[in-house]
């Protein structure tokens, strides 16, 4: 291993590693993999490029954020001790001084610090985004130091500055902002300095103490801001401008460099209202089974009433307003509801677009297969696709950055963050005590702790988007749990619970004190603390122990959540809904009354020969001449209909019932209506007069062929509906003279596949990858540092220093006679050592490589190659030349 002395950079900081610390690096930043660095010193400046270190402090919590902001203002380097007095200020805090250790060890394992502990290090891309500057403020709303303010200031104002002060003169700029910068962080001179102020000077002090740090001043200054600048206590940023310098306002906050500290996260507290009767979990239960069942409803009906395809596809992708209102009519509820049903059958692959050139949406053959599932199943379904889905329902109907609406369906609603903030808000739910439903405003306080960034938790924000896009997020998470049964009245369900592959929780009067702790950060040894805030401490003292090792316990985003389990939430799930039923129950009002879910062959059916008028805990059906009408219409007879109704009722059918089926059973058929263009045709003449004569039909445009038969202008179906508007029942025939059945064509898209949600950076690494990048890393940087014998008069190199571009590598690779080339490594061979070569491949490409010659024979060299790691073969004419290593290092 590379010697352990102090580091002068990050590369040599990595280089101290242990493989589980380097791989501990590339899970937390992922981004660093693509591609896999060449060597160490790669690694070293990619992690310190603006990209990468911009998304690795979104990733932190609050308090590790705060960590890093206090060392951006404190000296570069500076001793822990020096941070820590930031972070408790002159009268210390136990809870900040347990969790600072862990919060440091984040920071050095994701490379954002690195040196010894009395020598700690900001990467330098860390420092310019966090560090105070005029055009943004520091959000530890710190100004700049002594020096930075008062750079540029003429040597005779600094000295004024120095004797109104009470100090000594001096006789250079360097010492006099030297005697000023003391002055300022010597706690008693500083007090004493301050009791002489005047009362109006420390009131503008207290303005500006805590950010942000500059302010206005006029032509002529008040006395007291002219006291405070005379002696440098405000200085001058521009000639309208001052700032309060950072050691002064550091000695006004007694030496915190927040105001509010952070080290616990908030705990997800249950909610003010939520009792806690024997039964609750039951009552959960129950309700989120209910729910479940009107989502699975939901969704079926809208793909129902799109059965025969749906609206158009909007030029820029989505369903326009018009449609989506008439979508949300059709369901009986509001747009954003319908928007989120859209959603969720589009996401699990339920609708898509036709792909036809009118481009239209239409249910999929997925829709067909996912009828014939068991409830249950139906509903893990959709609730995985919920789950893992992107795209955001909530945001339809908002506005984008350029003022473009955004539709439902439409290409523009996936938002990356979606994925992580819904499964974090039920990971949250899972940690409360079964049928215990939070407060939606603790939930909210602990994500904007775990990504402040992200929230837009705190001035100084590096990353773009929305401030509150993650807020919202978790709100509507909330609310679509719960329509979609998940939840119920608030509290995560068991079924729910297995969805997201949690185990069962204890009821609130079995849960153990460490289960208190609401999703507390510390690892599943820290679980037998009490109390939360205790817990929390706990769990930060666990991971200091870590911090020996330079590998923190793992914070919840940094840890792989359970991964679902839609099977066991279907298995959890089937015993509470509802069993279909194969009857119904006739009225004397020609209603029908379902008093639950009817088995679908009896649904289908009863859907064709009756209207819905209402639903609720049970679905009422009226049958209407309209109704029977269409039953006849798709080929049922009225003896048919009497069977279905007396074997499906489990009350007598009822006579008004019986005789509106008869009634139109006998006048169905008696009109026959053909293509001529269109045609009528009955063998009742004195009844095709009685159409002639009747107003109505003028529209037709009627006349009369033969006795029997009558001819109109119009097509078959507009002659079909104009005839059942004025009250007779016609039937349309084929051109061999039988009645037309007609059903309802099912109109469905080719097969689709449901949309893939959008990554939100590169994906997590698995054991295997981060293993084979760890060695190859390591190998490259063996290469790279490996130190060469040269000639007398010739320093040893490293091919790091030997190699600056691609375009000049072939002319620093080491230069051999081939007899020299297949002495060296036959030597190397015998002897077990590494050497150094050059080689050029088939496509003409140099590199250099270290190798340790296993065999050569045939013109070939078999060696290991440090470098890829491997075992290879070298065609020894392409071996440009080889030397020894200065130390056998491989």
Not at 725 to 749: C, K, N, Q, W, Y
Not at 764 to 781: E, F, K, M, Y
Not at 809 to 818: D, E, Y
Request: aromatic share 4%.
């Amino acid at each position: 291993m590379p010697d352990r002395s102090s580091p002068r950079t990050l590369a040599e900081a990595l280089r101290t590693r242990g493989d589980e610390e380097l791989a501990a690096l590339l899970r937390a930043r992922p981004d660093l993999l693509n591609p896999v660095p060449g060597d160490l010193t790669q690694l070293a400046t990619r992690a310190g490029t603006r990209a990468s270190v911009v998304r690795a402090l979104e990733r932190l919590d609050r308090f590790t954020l705060q960590t890093a902001e206090a060392l951006a203002v404190a000296p570069d380097p500076a001793p822990y001790a020096t941070l820590l007095a930031l972070m408790t200020g002159d009268e210390g805090d136990a809870t900040i001084e347990a969790a600072l250790p862990p919060a440091v060890a984040v920071l050095r394992t994701q490379a954002l610090i690195w040196g010894d502990a009395d020598r700690l290090r900001l990467v330098r891309t860390a420092r310019e985004l966090l560090a105070p500057s005029p055009t943004r403020p520091s959000p530890t709303g710190l100004g700049p130091t002594v020096a930075e303010a008062t750079a540029g200031m003429s040597p005779t104002r600094l000295q004024e500055i120095l004797a109104a002060a009470a100090l000594p003169t001096t006789h250079d700029p360097v010492s006099a902002v030297a005697a000023l910068t003391s002055l300022f962080t010597d706690r008693t001179r500083m007090a004493a300095l301050l009791d002489t102020a005047p009362p109006e000077a420390l009131t503008v002090l207290d303005r500006l103490v805590w950010g942000p740090p500059y302010g206005e001043v006029a032509a002529d200054p008040t006395p007291p801001v002219r006291w405070l600048r005379d002696r440098g206590l405000l200085l001058p940023a521009s000639p309208r401008t001052v700032v309060l310098p950072r050691e002064a306002a550091l000695h006004l906050r007694a030496g915190r460099a927040h105001r509010v500290p952070e080290p616990v996260p908030p705990e997800v507290a249950p909610a003010a209202s939520a009792s806690m009767p024997h039964g609750r979990p039951q009552l959960v239960d129950n309700v989120a089974a209910g729910q479940a069942y009107t989502a699975l409803s939901m969704v079926e009906d809208l793909l129902k009433d799109w059965h025969e395809g749906g609206p158009a596809v909007l030029r820029s992708g989505g369903l326009s307003v018009r449609d989506l209102k008439r979508t949300a009519t059709a369901l009986d509820t509001t747009e954003q509801m319908a928007g989120f049903w859209l959603e969720l059958a589009y996401g699990a692959g339920l609708v898509a677009a036709d792909g036809e050139p009118n481009e239209r949406y239409a249910p999929t053959p997925a829709y067909d297969d996912w009828l014939t599932l068991p409830a249950a199943d139906q509903w893990a379904r959709l609730a995985m696709a919920w789950l893992t889905a992107t795209r955001t329902p909530g945001l339809i109907g908002t506005q984008d950055a350029k003022g473009r609406t955004l539709s439902a369906l439409g290409p523009d609603l996936d938002r990356p963050a979606a994925l992580e903030v819904r499964r974090r808000v039920l990971d949250l739910l899972a940690t409360l005590p079964a049928g215990t439903a939070p407060d939606p405003e603790t939930v909210l306080a602990r994500l904007r702790w775990e990504r402040p960034l992200r929230s837009g938790g705190g001035a100084g924000r590096v990353g773009g988007g929305p401030a509150d896009l993650r807020s919202r997020i978790a709100a509507w998470t909330l609310a679509e749990a719960e329509t979609l049964g998940v939840t119920g009245r608030g509290a995560l369900s068991t079924h729910g619970r297995a969805l997201i592959g949690h185990p069962p929780q204890p009821e609130a009067g079995e849960a153990t004190a460490g289960s208190r702790s609401a999703g507390g950060t510390g690892p599943a040894g820290t679980a037998g603390t009490t109390g939360g805030a205790g817990a929390a401490r706990a769990a930060g003292r666990a991971e200091a122990a870590a911090l020996a090792t330079g590998i923190p316990a793992a914070t919840p985003y940094e840890t792989a959540p359970t991964a679902p389990d839609p099977r066991a939430a279907a298995d959890v799930l089937a015993p509470l809904l509802p069993k279909p039923l194969d009857h119904v129950l006739l009225q004397a009002d020609l209603t029908a009354v379902a008093p639950g879910p009817l088995d679908r062959p009896l649904a289908e059916t009863l859907s064709v020969l009756a209207d819905i008028e209402s639903k609720g805990g049970a679905t009422v059906y009226r049958f209407t001449p309209g109704s029977v009408r269409r039953a006849l219409d798709a080929g049922k007879s009225a003896s048919d209909l009497h069977t279905f109704l007396a074997t499906h009722s489990r009350t007598p059918v009822p006579q008004p019932l019986s005789y509106l089926i008869d009634d139109v059973a006998r006048r169905h058929g008696h009109l026959r209506v053909g293509a001529a263009s269109a045609y009528v045709r009955c063998d009742d003449d004195a009844l095709l007069g009685e159409i002639l004569a009747d107003k109505r039909s003028q529209g037709l445009r009627l006349r009369r062929l033969a006795p029997t038969v009558l001819a109109a202008q119009a097509d078959p179906g507009a002659l079909l509906e104009g005839l059942r508007s004025m009250g007779f029942a016609p039937a349309a025939e084929g051109a061999a003279g039988d009645v037309l059945i007609t059903r309802a064509h099912a109109r469905r898209t080719p097969p689709r596949t449901p949309p893939a949600p959008v990554p939100d950076g590169p994906p997590a690494p698995d054991s295997t990858l981060l293993g084979a990048a760890v060695r190859a890393i390591r190998a490259g940087d063996l290469a790279a540092t490996a130190v060469r014998k040269s000639g007398p008069e010739e320093p040893a190199l490293t091919p790091a220093q030997n190699t600056t571009q691609t375009s000049t590598q072939s002319a620093a690779l080491p230069r051999t006679t081939s007899a020299e080339t297949l002495a060296t490594v036959q030597a190397a061979a015998m002897t077990g050592s590494a050497v150094w070569i050059g080689y050029v491949n088939v496509d003409g490409a140099a590199s250099q490589r270290v190798i340790a010659p296993v065999r050569v024979e045939g013109g070939y060299v078999t060696a290991y190659d440090h470098t890829a790691d491997e075992v290879r073969t070298y065609p020894l004419h392409r071996i440009t030349g080889v030397a020894e290593l200065a130390d056998d290092s491989a």
